[in-house]
């Protein structure tokens, strides 16, 4: 799948955040969470903008204000709440481990072949 890259921050942001910005301005109702490549920090798209560096607390605040919640059933928030719950728990776990080195991964897997 190719995803349309916008052309603003051409110059600061990678191709991650360029697809991000550029399918949530595509679509009003799209959101795009995004981990950086090189850092492992976490941005938020929504309707063109990208908020950024952001704390996995932040984002999920974030996406309980984009998803709002209250105007759903009360099941549905229940659902909604609890889903944000064990994301923000897997992405702070995930945040908080060591970053891997791809070169060594992608050697091994050349090794195996």
């Not at 942001?13 to 090189?38: K, M, N, P, Q, W």
């Not at 999920?60 to 059933?73: G, H, I, R, Y």
């Amino acid at each position: 799948m190719i995803l349309p890259l916008s052309r603003q921050g051409i110059s600061r942001y990678g191709t991650r955040h360029l697809a991000a910005l550029g399918i949530t301005e595509r679509f009003d109702r799209c959101i795009c969470v995004v981990v950086s490549e090189e850092s492992g920090t976490l941005s938020l798209a929504s309707q063109g903008r990208l908020e950024r560096p952001i704390t996995s607390s932040r984002l999920l605040d974030l996406l309980k204000e984009l998803l709002d919640p209250s105007n759903s059933s009360s099941s549905r928030t229940t659902s909604i709440n609890s889903s944000l719950k064990t994301s923000s728990s897997t992405i702070e776990a995930k945040v908080a481990q060591p970053r891997v080195n791809l070169e060594k991964i992608n050697d091994s897997k050349e090794s195996l072949n």
